[in-house]
């Protein structure tokens, strides 16, 4: 009896080869996927640790004494010890001696052992790291606790967050890898039934039961998936192990092949089944009926089901949520898989439709092929959906992927302010030219394609609410904050920020000079009985009142440079000359006059007449109007005189002297772009007029656009200013400016070579943690999409072979009523191809609604250290939505020329 089952087997052993070859691509694919969701997981998290610097991977205790004893010592580690358990982690312990001037140091320095630390590790990592710093202190509370510094606690959350995505993200290929390849492996075995029909109700008829061909069935489909699964097996370790190393358990290798055996085993045993328990003389036409009229409802209960998870998905809030959420957890596979079905079910009604006009016309090919299609849209069912599904996947992983990469890059590159942010150390207040910017970087950021601009960064406060207030050239930030308009819109920020589009008013210094002179003309009366000349005996030559002149340059980007003439004495009329900065060319936006006198004097005037830079005049057209708030100028009812003033009385002894500050008239009023934060804090919407007051100066703001996020900084309240205007709107206010000490790049790369002579540090955007994960979570997602495209191709050359078999024996009743072989091969042709392109087309609409509703929130959980404020804005590559589309419709087309070959020749032949 053995043998003949074996010979059974033989006689179909084409067909059983390609039911083991697909089981083989089951089983390998499983196992890759479940592979780079757990191993290449894990070879990501050590990654993730090894590519942020020292002092954000480790935690450093500090206690500054030298008298700890071996007790406090002991302490200490016992606190390590029950902070981590058993995690991996270095402990190094070091000693610096005291000095004449205080005590010494020692310092426990914490780390993960990197080369030792799994996914399951995190969580004891995170808690040890935070918890570390307060159990430290209260063990050594005798000796005054101990200092923490050190960034591995947010290091480690974000890792785990990160990690969170992958987990969630890897349910939609171990899904669809294993519904598609479920189905597939169920479309090979109903072949295989088709193929011994008249064989199986042979031996049914002489006295083999059912349960005996259930039996064999289920025999032969273990004797042919267990080598396949086994050879897949190794074929994906050795892969996985290229890629990612040894295997940490046997669980990581033997699980997805014995899923992948178990689904093929369970699907061809199912299929056979219904075949065998059938009645001799049932053609399975009653079945097919049957389930077709339960199909819509069955359809409709999945979607609301399918709808169900997607809202418990999108309303979890983070990745670790979804996880512990059953429903939310398999929300992205299971919308996949219920929009598939019910474009597989819309076909029936399609292809019904359509059918009824082609009837009505003349031709016989359109006519017969739409009869047919409609007709046999239960055996098409199977290819639809698996086409279908593969599609769907291919988008959802192309909106994912360029959903979560672009926001995890513009999110950063919003943060950070720009491809690189340089800090330069120096005082907050501007004290000279000393002060300035380095010269290369001035002379870059007024290029014609500059790459580097300043920034300020101070501080200020609408009534109680404190912000931060940042000043960039608004010209430049399309180029330097190059994100979306969802996060950050530049070119509407841009236009609002500089509604006049101009610099700001002042004569000129051009580039390049070295030396400006100044014409400067004083006069006035002071002390009893004296005139400007000083000439009376009263007035001795010490009390000539005295005025110093300071010129406020500002060059194109909004760096400021004061500019302090010689002092002179009032009544006499001289040229002064001062050296310039460097750079250029100065705009000089504000003038300061400082009279400085020891007895009371009246009438001055203090004028600056000419100004002169490499032997030319400067033009000066500008109107100048003294600025009454910067200094109290009250009492000496100060008033312009070009661009000097003019002051009714000085007073004596005043320390500093006298101060005026004039500037060319025009609006000194800053249109800011505020956070949304700020708005909703201190009630500012557009249109708002406001004074913002800060620790070192302040201006006067108008609202001109609420904005999500200022760029540099993370959601909280703030404001963005045009920095040459701003710059214009605090001279006008205060004695004093905030000094720059910030300057944003557009090339990574570059940024150290703007340091200069000056000390700076280089801040570039944090996606080295997470970015990473998203690139795994994206392998997996299109090694989902290869799987399913795998096994719809199956499915096609699958249903076509059906297709084959079935009208065989229509093709010589064609040929005698007149059907050329041709036109038969088209006929025959056309049924197929319809169904894959309304599968592709089904399969891109199912995926499109699946992004829109999952790729979001995956996004949103890829880059857990983006601020909350920002929306995720769905973006879709053009390239990777075609991909599996072209893919499946160039093999298709390929099967269906084979096909339409076949039924040439088949019809060719019945003609002979």
């Not at 480790?58 to 500054?64: D, E, I, K, Q």
């Amino acid at each position: 009896m053995t043998t003949f089952w074996r010979a059974r087997s033989a006689r179909r052993r084409a067909l059983l080869v390609a039911i083991g070859a697909a089981v083989f691509t089951l089983a390998m694919l499983l196992s890759l996927a479940a592979g780079v969701t757990q191993r290449g997981a894990s070879a990501q998290v050590r990654h993730a640790f090894e590519s942020v610097g020292p002092s954000h991977r480790s935690l450093t205790l500090t206690v500054t004494d030298e008298q700890l004893t071996a007790r406090d010592e002991a302490s200490v580690r016992k606190a390590i010890a029950d902070a981590f358990g058993d995690a991996p982690v270095d402990v190094r312990h070091t000693r610096s001696a005291g000095t004449s001037s205080g005590n010494g140091t020692e310092r426990w320095i914490v780390t993960p052992r990197i080369g030792d630390v799994t996914p399951a590790d995190l969580a004891a990592l995170e808690h040890g790291f935070t918890v570390l710093p307060g159990r430290a202190s209260s063990a050594l509370a005798d000796v005054g606790g101990a200092s923490a510094s050190g960034g591995a606690a947010a290091t480690t959350a974000s890792i785990q967050q990160s990690l969170r995505t992958v987990e969630t993200t890897s349910v939609v290929p171990l899904g669809v890898i294993g519904v598609a390849g479920a189905i597939a492996a169920a479309m090979l075995g109903r072949l295989m039934i088709v193929a011994r029909r008249e064989e199986d109700r042979l031996l049914r008829s002489r006295g083999a039961s059912s349960a005996l061909l259930v039996g064999r069935a289920a025999a032969e489909a273990v004797w042919i998936a267990v080598p396949a699964v086994v050879l897949a097996a190794v074929v994906a370790q050795v892969v996985l192990w290229l890629l990612y190393g040894a295997p940490e358990s046997v669980a990581e290798v033997a699980v997805a092949p014995l899923a992948a055996l178990v689904i093929a085993v369970a699907a061809m045993t199912a299929v056979s089944v219904p075949a065998a328990f059938r009645s001799l003389g049932d053609d399975g036409g009653t079945t097919r009926r049957s389930g077709a009229g339960t199909a819509a409802g069955l359809t409709a209960l999945l979607l609301v089901f399918a709808a169900l998870c997607t809202w418990r998905f999108v309303t979890a809030g983070s990745a670790a949520a979804v996880i512990r959420d059953p429903l939310a957890i398999v929300a992205p596979a299971l919308v996949l898989c219920a929009l598939a079905v019910l474009g597989t079910v819309l076909f029936a009604p399609i292809a019904r439709t359509l059918e009824l006009p082609l009837a009505r016309g003349r031709g016989l090919r359109l006519a017969l092929a739409a009869r047919l299609t409609a007709r046999n849209t239960a055996v098409l069912a199977a290819p639809i959906m698996l086409v279908a599904l593969a599609v769907a996947v291919g988008t959802l992983a192309s909106g994912t992927t360029s959903t979560s990469s672009t926001f995890l890059d513009d999110s950063a590159r919003a943060v950070n302010g720009g491809a690189a942010r340089l800090l330069f150390a120096g005082d907050t207040m501007l004290a000279s030219d000393a002060d300035l910017l380095p010269e290369r970087l001035r002379s870059d950021s007024l290029s014609d394609d500059p790459g580097v601009t300043a920034v300020l960064r101070t501080n200020g406060s609408i009534g109680q609410v404190s912000a931060d207030v940042l000043g960039v050239r608004a010209a430049e930030l399309s180029t330097l904050v190059p994100v979306g308009r969802s996060i950050f819109d530049a070119a509407g920020v841009t236009a609002a920020l500089e509604p006049n589009g101009g610099p700001i008013p002042g004569p000129v210094i051009p580039k390049g000079e070295k030396t400006l002179q100044a014409r400067i003309v004083s006069s006035g009366t002071w002390a009893a009985g004296t005139d400007e000349t000083g000439a009376s005996a009263e007035a001795a030559p010490a009390e000539t009142p005295t005025a110093s002149v300071t010129l406020w340059l500002v060059d194109a980007a909004g760096d400021v440079a004061p500019l302090t003439l010689p002092t002179v004495p009032i009544g006499r009329t001289g040229t002064v000359s001062a050296r310039l900065p460097s750079g250029g060319p100065w705009t000089i936006a504000a003038t300061d006059v400082d009279v400085v006198s020891a007895v009371p004097a009246a009438g001055l005037k203090v004028d600056v007449d000419r100004l002169e830079a490499g032997g030319a005049s400067l033009s000066d057209t500008a109107q100048w109007s003294v600025q009454q708030q910067v200094f109290d100028t009250t009492g000496a009812s100060a008033a312009v005189s070009g661009m000097g003033v003019r002051l009714a009385s000085v007073a004596p002894g005043v320390a500093g002297g006298t101060q005026v500050r004039v500037m060319p008239r025009g609006s000194t009023t800053v249109p800011v772009a505020v956070s949304g934060a700020l708005a909703a804090q201190a009630g500012s919407g557009v249109g708002a007029s406001t004074a913002v007051t800060g620790s070192i100066a302040g201006f006067q703001a108008k609202v001109v656009r609420v904005i999500p996020l200022v760029p540099g900084t993370t959601g909280t309240p703030a404001m963005l200013a045009d920095l040459p205007t701003l710059v214009r709107g605090y001279l006008a206010t205060s004695p004093q400016l905030p000094n720059l000490l910030e300057a944003w790049t557009t090339d990574a790369r570059g940024a150290a070579a703007y340091t200069g002579a000056r000390k700076a540090t280089v801040q570039l955007p944090s996606t080295s943690i997470e970015a990473g994960f998203v690139a795994l979570g994206a392998t997996a997602l299109w090694l989902g999409a290869a799987g399913a495209a795998v096994f719809a191709l199956v499915a096609v050359g699958a249903t076509i072979a059906t297709l084959q078999r079935r009208r065989r024996d229509e093709t010589h009743v064609l040929r005698q009523l007149g059907v050329r072989a041709r036109d038969q091969a088209r006929i025959r042709v056309t049924e197929p191809a319809s169904a894959t392109v309304f599968a592709v087309l089904a399969g891109a609409a199912a995926g499109l609604i699946a992004a829109a509703l999952i790729a979001p929130s995956l996004a949103r959980a890829s880059a857990p250290s983006a601020p909350g404020v920002l929306t995720v804005v769905l973006t879709l590559d053009p390239l990777g939505l075609v991909v599996v589309p072209i893919a499946i419709v160039v093999v298709a087309a390929l099967l269906l020329i084979g096909q339409f070959r076949a039924t040439l020749a088949d019809a060719s032949g019945s003609a002979r």
